[in-house]
């Protein structure tokens, strides 16, 4: 029998639409659509919004990958609750390992040697250590689907960055360890932070529950200055390079479509509820110094039923800059962050940041994304509410691909296409040494005849 107390309130229902709301910053912004079946978070898969990881079991991770990125990554790791550790690294690169391990030392954490594995193959010593209970995947993009294989293999929680891979190959790797992630009950959160982005989210809830109507279109957009790169240092092998200037190789990063711009392209597909049938597209290269990548990519996607969403980044020094996201709807339109307009444009929702000591509201949530990440995963292992984002994240990073390789071939693309590819970007085999392949920067199309 159904327990309702005499105000009419069903006691379940009500437990289920508060189910965040007593480890949440704040509690969720009241809906202004007219729905009757209102989605609450628990309904639309949203991850709760922490103040912090809750108190549990001591989680030991491993790091992978120990550059700037994997060495922020672990620094959210411990900084997401307590009893959150870091006690093992592994890098290709010895000095790359190293700088990391002082970095952690300065700051009276220290890592024992024994745990520190370099070369190609130091994530399989790492992720056999049986004090391990988590890794964090952060190397270049396309090690991440032999990485993601081999913890789950080993039975480990696993963070990793996105993009998941650079090539359908890649892909469908992901989404099969994917699964068996999910058939022993390995938590995996992936690094797509806007959702776990509590503005991002509450803007969400809104638009799933009819706050612009039914979308219609959409934007997405990504431009930069040009962000790195390394010049060849005398004594580096080829395979040295490329992996030190990682971010200016397609086979190793995707090009910036996947490395940057697959946060925007997640995001539409988030709000949309679907990847998109084809694309199609164009791109070039003007100032890249090295690589084989493009400066710029333009994209056209279509969704279906009608609905289509341009997409563009570009990474070239003083030129218009800006990255985000729109979405228009039949009764209203959104920037997906923390503004929704009537089609008047009038604003007809905006969220609410927290205030600062003089009662004036800022822009900036109390928790970074970065780190509600990671307090995710260890919510998840704590408390046994399941998480794996992985195959999501996947999806994401195909539609990217299939948008590089739109812009690339000058074809129009697929999705059924483009999930069935055999491409595998790289060398066969990944060893220090000589690598024997030309890295092409992509034409599209044929050359005109004289």
Known sequence: MENTNKNGINRRKFLESTAFAGIGILGASALISGCKDVKN???????????????GKKLRAGLVGTGNRGTGAAMNFISAGPDMHIVALADVFEDKMNDCRERFAKMKMEIP????????????????????DVVILATPPQFRPEHFKEAVLQNKHVFMEKPVAVDPVGIRSVIASAKKAQAIGLNVVTGTQRRHQQDYIETYQQVANGAIGRPVSARAFWNQNHVWFRTREEGWDDMTYMIRN?????????????????????????????????????????????????????????????????????QIDNCANGTGEFIMGTEGYTNCIN????????????????????????????????????????????????????????????TAIMARTAAYTGKKITWEEIYKSDMDLGPKEIKFGPVGMQFEVPVPGTAHKA
């Open 246 to 314: 990682w971010n200016n190789f397609c086979w190793l990063c995707g090009d910036h479509i996947l490395d940057t711009h697959v946060h925007n392209i997640d995001v539409i597909n988030w709000f949309l509820g679907r990847q998109p049938e084809s694309a199609v597209g164009y791109g070039g290269r003007a100032r890249r110094l090295t690589g084989d990548q493009y400066d710029f990519f333009s994209i056209d996607f279509d969704y279906g039923d009608g609905v289509f969403s341009h997409s563009m980044c570009r």
């Open 113 to 132: 040697a024994e745990n520190c594995f370099s070369g190609f193959d130091g994530y399989k010593k790492l992720m056999a250590l049986a004090d391990v």
């Open 339 to 398: 503004t929704i307009w009537n089609m008047d444009g009038t604003v007809k929702w905006k969220f609410s940041y927290p205030k600062d000591e003089n009662g004036n509201e800022t822009d900036k949530l109390k928790i970074p994304p970065y780190v509600q990440e990671h307090m995710h995963l260890a919510y998840a292992i704590r408390t046994g509410e399941y998480v794996n984002q992985a195959e999501t994240t996947a999806l994401s990073t195909l």
């Open 41 to 55: 978070a628990k309904i639309l898969g949203l991850p709760p919004i922490l103040k912090a990881a809750p108190k």
